[in-house]
């Protein structure tokens, strides 16, 4: 699970890399500022950015949610803003019902069918994904976690194609352990936009900054608009998930307004 003292940085799923001409954007230059002259982007509209065929040393760029290749080309498949992360990621950062699995992004599910090497789970896509019971830390033929239908699971996507169900891992591929992914329990689960879940694997976001200085609590962050927390009291938990929803679609500017609301109930019931 993810908490203040936690990594927040895989919160962009990255499914596609492509490699960039640096003689043709002079670096990443060309392809920042053609970022930041089409900030918002709607279905169809296509940013050019000279890729290349083969690596040839080249840098690379790593399109996300919201993106795909045709041929030079990258080109938004929902409507948002554009947003360039660490690595050179860029995805389009935008509001929407039903989430669409990417690879590598982290997800919160509930167990919904029981099979012999697999369980369904249900993320809130289109189609349940699959969770083999082999995808988790130290799992093995005669060694795999039983998990009841309703449990709550914290997955990574593992495989997401248009043409499949999507396929989840309890397992971080840069350690081969948990890295926090696994079973939860006890706590409460609050649903939110895309945008606000993807904000909350900001390190530095000023919500959970705000929420760390009042109480201890543990969280994790799903970005299928799913938000899991726990903490010591009832009456904590539910001061954090308010706090989650009354900021959920409010101007920035009133963030910490609607946290120092619900932490000034908080004090009135614990006094």
């Not at 670096?27 to 083969?54: F, H, K, S, Y």
């Not at 904000?199 to 938000?227: Q, Y």
Request: charge should be neutral.
């Amino acid at each position: 699970m993810h908490c203040l003292s936690c990594d927040f940085t895989k919160a962009t799923g990255v499914d596609k890399i492509f490699f960039i001409d640096p003689k043709a954007t002079d670096g990443m230059d060309g392809i920042q500022t053609q970022v930041q002259q089409r900030r918002v982007v709607i279905p169809g509209d296509r940013i050019p950015l000279n890729l290349e065929a083969q690596e040839g040393g080249a840098p690379k760029v790593r399109a996300g949610p919201g993106l795909q290749q045709d041929g030079g080309e990258l080109i938004a498949v929902k409507p948002g803003c554009i947003k360039h992360g660490n690595g050179n990621k860029f995805w389009v950062d935008g509001s929407q019902k039903r989430y669409v699995p990417a690879v590598g992004e982290p997800v919160l599910g509930t167990i919904t069918g029981k099979f012999a090497e697999s369980y369904k789970v249900d993320i809130g896509s289109a189609h349940p994904a699959m969770l083999p019971v082999l995808a988790f830390e130290g799992a093995s033929r005669k060694n795999r976690p039983m998990l009841d239908v309703g449990a709550l699971v914290y997955c990574r996507v593992a495989v997401a194609n248009k043409d499949m169900e999507p396929e989840l891992e309890c397992i971080a591929p840069s350690s081969g352990k948990s890295g926090g992914y696994g079973p939860l329990k006890n706590g409460f689960v609050v649903r939110c936009s895309s945008r606000m879940a993807r904000s909350l694997l900001d390190p530095k976001n000023p919500i959970l900054l705000r929420l760390a200085e009042a109480f201890s609590f543990e969280m994790a962050v799903g970005l299928n608009g799913r938000v899991w927390f726990n903490a010591d009291t009832v009456a904590q938990v539910i001061a954090a998930t308010k706090a989650i929803q009354a900021c959920d679609g409010a101007a920035a500017a009133d963030h910490l307004r609607h946290v120092n609301a619900e932490l000034r109930i908080l004090e009135g019931i614990d006094m």
